[in-house]
């Protein structure tokens, strides 16, 4: 029963996905303060939001779930094209509502080479206001500032150019190279 429920949503996501509609609202707006997190990752331990105040821009990019088509070519293009985002004195991670066995299989999967984020309890996702009808997140990337604050929220994010973008966006914010 389980496994057809997720079925269910990975196909409720792909097309969802395909058909490019946004399920995304949200009251947070740029200038606001970024909700404090503290998650699970891939990587090993957790990460807490407010351990990069005062040291480093912060991008969190929100995905719906782990091994769906949409979720897998932004992983990889995060993955292949990791350099360009790199470049830039950020520290990036994905984040979704999967348990994190799920992020792990999912990461060694697409070889992702950063910190993918688990939010099952969906604490977070919902202080993010991502968490859509469909109980997982949009697609979202917020650009958070060193000091704590919002300084873009991106929700027509193209998969397969993710990388690109973001670092095209960190210029745009005019945050620091290395």
């Known amino acids: 029963m389980k496994r057809n429920i ?37 990587t090993g331990g957790f990460y807490q939001l407010s351990d990069y105040q005062g040291k480093q821009a912060v991008v969190l990019a929100w995905y719906p779930m782990a091994n769906t088509r949409g979720c897998t070519i932004e992983c990889k293009s995060l993955t292949e094209q990791g350099h ?3 470049e830039y004195d950020v ?7 999967d348990p994190i066995d799920d992020n792990r299989a999912f990461a060694e999967k697409t070889g992702a080479d950063f910190p993918m984020l688990s939010d099952p309890t969906k604490a977070t ?8 009808m469909f109980r997982v997140a949009s697609r979202v ?6 000091e704590g604050k ?29």
Request: charged fraction near 20%.
């Open 6 to 42: 997720k079925k269910s949503i990975r196909l409720l996501c792909s097309l969802v996905t395909f058909v490019g509609c946004s399920a995304f609202a949200s009251d947070l707006k740029v200038g606001d303060s970024a909700p404090n997190f503290n998650l699970q990752a891939t």
């Open 84 to 86: 360009l985002i790199r």
């Open 91 to 97: 520290s990036y991670v994905m984040a979704s509502v």
């Open 125 to 132: 996702a919902k202080a993010y206001q991502v968490l859509n």
């Open 141 to 146: 990337t917020f650009y958070i500032s060193k």
């Open 150 to 178: 919002i300084l873009k929220i991106d929700d027509d994010i193209t998969p397969k150019s993710a990388a690109q973008d973001i670092a095209n966006n960190l210029a745009a914010l005019n945050i620091d190279k290395k």
